[in-house]
């Protein structure tokens, strides 16, 4: 009875950090909610990232090359960057 965690064939994730293919369970779900704030959770809805759990180098990675949404906020760099993006035609 005593299974342990196989990777059988599952929904599969990809990490924007390292582009690491794993299971959702090996990783952690950012979503950027409507007031900015990051959240961290499976079932949230809206736009979601996948980063390898625990990882501030796969963290800090996504949030280089962009594939973070801009507006969240990254270890030492997006602080203070307020500025809304909007233009007038
Ligand atoms: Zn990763």
């Known amino acids: 009875m005593a299974r342990p965690a196989e990777p059988g064939p599952g ?3 990809t990490c924007i950090g ?3 293919v794993r299971p ?3 990783l952690t779900r950012f979503v950027r909610s409507d ?3 990051l959240q961290i959770g499976r079932t949230l809805a809206g736009r979601g990232a996948w980063l390898c759990q625990g990882s501030t180098e796969c963290f800090e990675r996504a949030a280089r090359q962009g594939g973070l949404r801009p507006g969240l906020p990254g270890p030492g760099r997006g602080v203070g960057a307020r500025r ?3 233009r007038t035609p």
């Open 35 to 37: 007031d900015r704030s």
């Open 18 to 20: 390292c582009r690491r």
């Open 24 to 26: 959702p369970a090996e």
């Open 11 to 13: 929904p599969r994730r």
């Open 84 to 86: 809304p993006a909007r």
